[in-house]
Structure formats: structure tokens, C-alpha cells
Nanobody
């Protein structure tokens, strides 16, 4: 069964750092197309960072130079290193993968940044 499980969220003060992890299992292990998204209360879910099918990396303008997406293929784990966090980064963060025309989402992990 395909599954994505996020972890690493929490509460930090502005300027702090967090590292989110997303473990892939089942048929979506090793999939290239994977991304991190976030959704703040009352807002739509937006892309934060992603690996494309051809191996490129995309970042939202709001997180460039602060967030870094990476992966450990041996562990089927994807990471989002978040530095210099701001209150506006507060949201539920989700990982998403696409395989064989279907998309898969994790359950989300809450990130709260206080000023």
C-alpha cells in the first residue's frame, strides 16, 4: 500500500529552524516526482518545493534561500530543511507524490512560528 508519512513539525520562534521528513512506502518508493506543500488556515494549499520528473528542483519565491529540499534514496525519505523561519511560514506541511497518474498525500505536520 502506498503511503507517505511526514514528521518533524513543531513550534519555533522566528529565525529558528526545523527539518521535516517524509517517508515513502509501497509502490511510490523511489518516485522522482515529489513535493512539499503547505496550507495555512483559510488559505489554499500551495507548493513549497519539489523535485520534478527530470530531477530539477523548484522553490516557491517566498522560501528561496531559506528552505532546502533533499532526499535519501536508500531510506526512501524526503526532507525539507527550513531555516530563518518566519511567522508567515506557519501552516500544515504536506508531502505529495505522483505515480502512474495518481497522486498521494501524507497526513500533514503542523509548523508554527511565533514572533
Amino acid at each position: 500500500q502506498a503511503q507517505l508519512v511526514e514528521s518533524g513539525g513543531g513550534s519555533v520562534q522566528a529565525g529558528g529552524s526545523l527539518r521535516l521528513s517524509c517517508v515513502a512506502s509501497g509502490r511510490i518508493r523511489g518516485v522522482n516526482t515529489m513535493g512539499w506543500y503547505r496550507q495555512a488556515p483559510g488559505k489554499q494549499r500551495d507548493l513549497v518545493a519539489s523535485f520534478t520528473r527530470d530531477g530539477n528542483i523548484n522553490y516557491a519565491d517566498s522560501v528561496k534561500d531559506r528552505f532546502t529540499i533533499s532526499r535519501n534514496r536508500a531510506r526512501d525519505t524526503y526532507y525539507l530543511q527550513m531555516n530563518s523561519l518566519k511567522p508567515e511560514d506557519t501552516a500544515v506541511y504536506y508531502c505529495r507524490s505522483i505515480f502512474a497518474g495518481a497522486e498521494y498525500w501524507g497526513q500533514g505536520t503542523q509548523v508554527t512560528v511565533s514572533s
